[in-house]
Every structure is written in structure tokens, then in C-alpha cells.
């Protein structure tokens, strides 16, 4: 799940100046379950535009909002949308990009959340950051427990020798990700895979903008730059 927090209120305002009308878009899944994006939010958003003199034309909640084909059925046929001066998205940046490829070019799309990263849903509300996405996954040697992610020093090769009592000394009140990496290896009979030496992360498959296409599409999805 991707977590995402509320801009300050005074950011989006800024963000929309200009704007006489705006419609909302939330997204259903996991800016709902950030409490950043789910109804509750829209109709808070709506209060506070309105509060502010700005006309909400309306709002929509897709099940996911970076998934084009949901953003392109939310856009038929509904002029709530077209006659709207600007698109406030309560999404991810995936979803406000999506958002964003499907509008049209005139139409500003704004931002009302900041993403901040890929967690693990230990329950309702309590999520841990699980995965930096770098594309060279070292899990197998790990078991399941990830240090480029979970040592805030992202260490590789065994902890550094700050650990007191198996806590870190970063963050004191986390257990170190080593003494769980060694903990749980020694449950399962593989630490001899402490002792082997992983390479530092090359970065060679975390050069952005990351794509994957499954299959290959007749069409261009993403909008070329219109020629002037
Ligand atoms: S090594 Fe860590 S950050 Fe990289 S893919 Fe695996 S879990 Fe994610
Ligand atoms: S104490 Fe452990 S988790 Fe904390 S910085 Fe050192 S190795 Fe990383």
C-alpha cells in the first residue's frame, strides 16, 4: 500500500489560486485507508473549498485511481468534470499523474496529498515501511525482513555497532533489523548466510522513470507533448 499524508490546507489553496470551480477526486483504496482519501476526506475537502469561496462541481471516489481505465470511465460523460476549473486529486502521485494523462491539457490537476512510501498493512492504521523498491531484492538472504529499508543506516552486511540491549541506535524504541535478520535466520538453520558479502546497491535498476509492459499495446498510452 502506498501512504500518503494530507497537504496543509493552506498549500492546496495556494496551489488552486485562479480557480473559481474544482472536482474531487479521491482514491478508494489506499488513500482510504490512509484516512487521506476516502469519502470522509472528500466531503472534509468540500467543506473547506467551499468555506474558501471555491464551488465544488463535484467528486469521485474510483476504486483505484491510478488506473487509467477507471479514471477514463469516471471522465464520460460527466461535465461535472470537463466544466471544472481544476482537478484536486486526494490520491497518491500515481493517481494524479493518471489523473493528470487523462484531462485535458488545459486543465490544471493538483495534488492534495504527499506520497511517502510502500508499507506493509500490519492492521487498520499501523503501517511499516516494508520495501524502498531498488529492484535488486536481497530478501532470500534475509529472511523477509529487508535492511536497505528497515536499518535507517542501510546497512547490508550485519549491523553497526551502535545496538544496545538489540535495539538501534537510531531509532531506540525499533528493534536493529540485523538482531531480527540473525534472529530469524538462526530459527530456520541458514546463518551461515550472515557471512555472505552483498555487493552495495548499483542503482542500476532504480533509474527513474521505471516502466514494465506485460504486453505490447498497437497504441500510445501516454499523451505526446502537443507540437505548438
Ligand atoms: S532489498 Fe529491500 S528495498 Fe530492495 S526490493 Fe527487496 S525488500 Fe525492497
Ligand atoms: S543498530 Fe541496527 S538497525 Fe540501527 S542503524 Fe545499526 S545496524 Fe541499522
Redesign the pocket.
Known amino acids: 500500500m502506498i501512504i500518503t499524508k494530507k497537504k496543509a490546507a493552506k498549500d492546496i489553496l495556494d496551489a488552486l489560486k485562479g480557480s473559481k470551480s474544482v472536482f474531487l477526486f479521491g482514491c478508494d483504496t489506499c488513500a482510504e485507508q490512509c484516512s487521506t482519501g476516502g469519502k470522509k476526506e472528500l466531503d472534509e475537502m468540500k467543506a473547506l473549498l467551499e468555506e474558501n469561496g471555491i464551488k465544488v462541481t463535484g467528486s469521485s471516489l474510483p476504486e483505484v485511481t491510478c488506473y487509467r481505465q477507471y479514471i477514463v470511465k469516471e471522465f464520460k460523460g460527466r461535465g461535472e468534470i470537463a466544466s471544472a476549473d481544476a482537478l484536486l486529486v486526494l490520491a497518491c502521485g500515481a493517481g494524479v499523474r493518471t489523473v493528470a494523462d487523462v484531462a485535458p491539457e488545459a486543465t490544471p490537476v493538483i495534488p492534495a496529498l504527499d506520497s511517502l512510501y ?1 508499507a506493509t498493512v500490519e492492521r487498520f492504521g499501523r503501517f511499516l515501511e ?10 532470500a538472504d ?1 529472511g523477509g525482513i ?4 528497515e536499518c535507517p543506516k542501510g546497512l547490508l552486511n550485519g549491523p553497526c555497532g551502535g545496538v544496545a540491549d538489540g535495539m538501534c541506535e537510531v531509532d531506540t524504541a525499533q528493534p536493529c533489523a540485523w538482531v531480527r535478520i540473525y534472529n530469524r535466520l538462526k530459527e530456520q538453520g541458514r546463518l551461515h548466510l550472515m557471512k555472505k558479502v552483498r555487493p552495495p ?1 548499483s542503482h542500476a535498476n532504480n533509474v527513474k522513470p521505471r516502466k514494465t509492459f506485460l504486453r505490447s499495446y498497437e497504441r500510445e498510452i501516454v499523451k505526446k507533448p502537443e507540437k505548438k
Open positions: 510502500l516494508g520495501c524502498a523498491m531498488c529492484g535488486e531484492c536481497v530478501l534475509t529487508c535492511p536497505h529499508t546497491k
